[in-house]
């Protein structure tokens, strides 16, 4: 988020946001917004292709991976990443009908990461 015009974090876990709240007070992070709510949500209600880049990590069990990868990539500005934290990986094939190609994956002990870029065309 260095050099981010502004950032908006939303997390349902009541002390995780008062946590995250104290933590950009003593940062000074002026530009970074902490909201209590629901990710998925916010990006549904986020204005279409106005994000730079969308930060996943749900809980592992979660079974809304899919919904909240297809709200992203329609909040998504035309240029901008999607980075997903998951169980499993996802490949380009189960990727493509949500509108998003694989840019880059990483494995680190039990955690998928994934760069994500919208599908061009």
Do not use: I, M
């Not at 933590?23 to 990006?43: E, K, P």
């Not at 169980?87 to 039990?110: N, S």
Request: glycine share 6%; proline share 6%; charged share 20%.
């Amino acid at each position: 988020s260095r050099g981010a015009a502004s950032v908006l974090l939303v997390e349902q876990e009541a002390g995780l946001v008062e946590r995250l709240n104290q933590l950009c007070r003593r940062l000074q992070a002026s530009t970074v917004q902490v909201r209590r709510g629901d990710g998925v949500a916010a990006l549904q209600h986020s204005a279409p292709a106005s994000l730079d880049l969308v930060l996943l990590d749900p809980p592992f069990e979660s079974p809304h991976y899919a919904t909240a990868l297809k709200a992203a990539v329609r909040a998504l500005a035309p240029q901008g990443f999607v980075y997903l934290e998951a169980p499993t990986a996802w490949d380009d094939e189960a990727l493509a009908p949500l509108g998003l190609a694989l840019h880059r994956h990483l494995k680190a002990g039990a955690v998928h990461a994934h760069l994500l870029r919208a599908l061009v065309g």
